[in-house]
């Protein structure tokens, strides 16, 4: 089986929703939903409003994304 492609783009976070989902706001002006990464959300890293993160995506799916890095 092979690893399916992912795009990583940066992107402002800005809004918390629940379950650990948030609004983020890409650099093409994209607004998408996305959720942590499930090492981040082991480790506790929090995200706020504002931060700036890295979002990974698939090529099927363009309005979820998964936060993978935290600036």
């Known amino acids: 089986m092979t690893k399916e492609k992912t795009v990583k783009i940066d992107g402002v976070v800005t809004e918390a929703l629940p379950n650990t989902m948030f609004r983020v706001e890409l650099a093409d002006e994209r607004k998408i939903l996305a959720t942590l990464k ?9 995200i706020f409003p ?14 979820r994304g998964r936060i993978v890095y935290k600036y």
Do not use: A, H, L, S
């Open 50 to 63: 504002g931060d700036k993160v890295q979002v990974e995506m698939t090529r099927y799916d363009k309005e």
């Open 38 to 46: 499930g090492k981040m959300r082991r480790r506790y890293i929090r």
